[in-house]
């Protein structure tokens, strides 16, 4: 299978094309920065394995993902002993980040991600596994949201943590607020404001923890479910008519992206996810920076109408999916049977989705980034699929994609 551009380039070839900032894009199977250079324009960076340990002048976007590499069992690392003078995006399976960044970092990764550095700014840090080391100093506020987050070093503005077990031992000098299933709080973990908590049980703190503040526990946010109406009902079921006459046309006019789409979905969900978060968060981000240039403004509004399209079209593609492993039928789905296939999994999507918050919410948002993410890589993939109808009872298996080996399916 030949390279596959990621969404990331897609966006660079974007600013190219409309701001005068000067812009690397690099894209290989390994890159590393030694520590005696460094990059003065802002760098787009897209490899398997990541190492930068000098100096970069400008923000800095990296992408670490194994979309090249036949081995499943490639892991795509960013290791970050380097200094950052401006801002740090960097998403991956894992993530090491022992440098040093002058402003804001957003990190997220697939497994875990280590935080043993410096940050000026503000921390966003999403990941299964977080761990902040006990030299990790952040200088601003700090968002962390995985399923075992353990704090060890200091955070100096104020903190919201959503997880399943959180571990304190360092020190906060602003707010603390945490929503988790289970806090363990370590003898020596100084917290200089409130600390504001969502939990099943009570918290108890050891004698040698200090609160400066008060320390609040806070009801888990439940808003109440408005009640099945007969209006609700309807607005429902039209939405849904609606999702699946658009996925009937979006069919009929791009076969091969609606395809490529799903076999994509269906090869590497949690890929998809984390291409997904990245174009959910660099579009927005693109279309803002643009509508400070008198010649970006048309070029911003395109973005957003893009992603909101991608948002839309993404629900039909993973409708599609579902609705496929639901019948588990192991050959390609016939013209015939995409509208009860798609029609039976948009149902499922909107039901689960309905479900009280926050998971529904929660269901909805993984839905987005899946969809967008594969409809992105299918975008961005060289090979053109396409839909073939097969005669009743023909035993012959389909074609390969343009650029497979034969056999492959």
């Known amino acids: 299978m030949k390279r596959s551009i990621p ?22 199977d390994t ?8 990059t003065s324009n802002e760098l787009w960076l897209q490899a398997r394995t990541i190492t930068f340990a000098g100096q970069a002048g400008d923000d800095c976007f990296l992408l670490a993902d194994s979309i090249s590499q036949v081995s499943t069992a490639a892991i795509s690392t960013i290791r970050l002993p380097g200094t950052f003078r401006a801002d740090l995006w960097a998403a991956g399976e894992t993530i090491e ?19 043993a550095g410096r940050i000026g700014g503000n921390l966003m840090a999403l990941a299964p596994t977080i761990t902040l080391a006990t030299n990790a100093l952040v200088c601003g506020s700090a968002l962390l949201a995985g399923q075992d987050i353990i704090l060890n070093g200091n955070i100096v503005g104020n903190t919201r943590i959503y997880g399943a077990t959180v571990t304190l031992a360092g020190q906060f000098e602003g707010d603390l607020s945490i929503t988790a299933s289970d806090i363990n709080v370590m003898p020596g973990t100084r917290i200089a404001g409130n600390l504001v908590y969502r939990m099943d049980h009570d918290l108890v703190l ?17 808003p109440e479910t408005p009640p099945a109406t007969s ?14 006459l658009t996925g009937l046309v979006f069919i009929s006019l791009m076969p091969g992206i609606v395809a490529l789409s799903v076999h994509k979905l269906g090869e590497s969900p949690w890929r998809c996810i984390l291409f997904g978060f990245v174009a959910f968060a660099l579009i927005p981000m693109t279309a803002f920076f643009l509508i400070f240039t008198l010649v970006g403004i048309p070029l911003s509004a395109t973005l957003v109408l893009a992603d909101l399209i991608l948002m839309y079209l993404g629900k039909i ?3 599609l999916h579902v609705g496929h492993l639901i019948i588990r039928r192991k050959t390609p789905i016939p013209p015939s049977l995409l509208f009860p296939v ?18 529904g919410i929660t269901f909805w948002f993984m839905i987005t980034l899946a969809g967008m993410g594969s409809l992105v890589g299918a975008m961005m993939d060289r090979r053109i699929p396409v839909m073939i109808s097969y005669p009743p009872g023909s035993q012959d298996k389909p074609p390969p994609l343009p650029g497979m080996p034969p056999g492959a399916v």
């Open 342 to 359: 798609m029609s039976l999994g948009l149902l499922l999507l909107y039901t689960v989705s309905s479900l009280p918050f926050p998971v």
């Open 231 to 244: 209006a609700n009902l309807l607005l429902q079921l039209g939405l849904l008519c609606g999702a699946i």
């Open 31 to 38: 890159f590393s920065l030694p520590c005696d250079q460094t």
């Open 7 to 28: 969404v990331i380039s897609t966006l660079l070839f974007i600013l190219l094309a409309s701001s005068s900032t000067a812009i690397d894009f690099k894209s290989a």
């Open 97 to 115: 980040f022992n440098g040093s960044v002058t402003h804001h970092a957003r990190l997220a990764a697939m497994k875990t991600l280590l935080v």
């Open 206 to 222: 050891d004698s040698r923890v200090e609160v400066g503040g008060k320390m609040i526990k806070a009801e888990h946010l439940q």
């Open 317 to 319: 593609v993973v409708g």
